[in-house]
């Protein structure tokens, strides 16, 4: 086989193509073993020879070709393992980050419906001059201009408003949603 490893070392096609030919079915073999699955070691079969070819100028005369043909092998199949391990944690990341996003939505959700349920006890003025003040951010000068209220009637109902709003046990909650959700 030395003669065959410095022809493929050298670059000729027909030496490498005996070499495939005589080991083709042991490394299939030795990869159906390590996958259980036929299209897994075809692919991985394919794979070591092509890495064969294109580290050819690395093979040595010194060493059996079968010894640097599984070589290949292995560090195929370890490169393989490797590749999937990532998938598997890229995968249960995605997931992970998907199922955290659900749950802030449900949770944003719920709130908002909270956050409407308490909002509904208040008078509609008082009402809307909270929602303008806490969930657009709109100054008590604004309010007033936009109501055609005064700017102490505006801070008498934000007051009010979060007064009657005290008894629910969510309220604070709501305060900081509200400020969240602008």
């Not at 410095?6 to 030795?30: M, Q, T, Y």
Request: net charge neutral; glycine share 2%; charged share 30%.
């Amino acid at each position: 086989m030395p003669n065959y490893i410095r022809d493929i070392k050298e670059g000729d096609h027909v030496s490498f193509e005996i070499a495939f030919k005589l080991w083709h079915k042991k490394v299939f073999a030795f990869f159906l073993k390590k996958t259980a699955s036929e299209d897994r070691a075809q692919e991985l079969t394919q794979l070591a020879f092509i890495k064969l070819w294109n580290f050819r100028h690395t093979l040595s005369e010194e060493h059996e070709f079968d010894l640097q043909l599984f070589r290949i092998a292995k560090t195929t199949l370890l490169d393989y393992f490797k590749k999937i391990a990532c998938e598997e944690r890229n995968l249960k990341r995605y997931y992970d980050e998907a199922e955290e996003e659900k749950a802030a939505h449900i949770d944003i959700f719920e709130a908002r419906q909270e956050l409407e349920l308490a909002l509904s006890v208040l008078p509609p003025t008082r009402k809307k001059v909270f929602l303008l003040s806490r969930l657009h951010g709109y100054s008590y000068k604004e309010i007033s201009e936009q109501l055609s209220i005064s700017p102490r009637t505006v801070e008498k109902h934000i007051s009010l408003a979060i007064k009657q709003l005290s008894g629910y046990s969510y309220v604070p909650a709501i305060i900081f949603l509200a400020e969240y959700l602008r």
